[in-house]
């Protein structure tokens, strides 16, 4: 399964230092035993089109193995949730949209 999760930073965390350790927190992230593929980035600069959202600061795409290992991953991963702790007072939005 797939997981993809999407990040709008707030004001106050749009700045070079912040996005530096936001990045240093996604790599972390991805050291997750869980996770069987991961990628994460910012919004492509592709065409305007009334379909492409550009408005988000940072997406990670998230592959799992099975829905065991996506559970896991949710439910007391210490990597996911030091991610979390760290950085939640960042998100002005988060959204979440998973692929089976």
Known sequence: ???HVY???SEDYQNESAREAFEAGLDQL????FI???HWGKP???AERPVIDHSWDYGISLKFAS???HECYQEGDPIHDAF???FKEQWAKVLVMDLA
């Open 44 to 46: 492509a600069a592709t």
């Open 7 to 9: 990040f709008w930073l």
């Open 67 to 69: 829905m065991a290992d």
């Open 30 to 33: 991805c050291t997750s035993p």
């Open 84 to 86: 979390i702790a760290a």
């Open 36 to 38: 069987a593929e991961h």
């Open 1 to 3: 399964m797939e997981h």
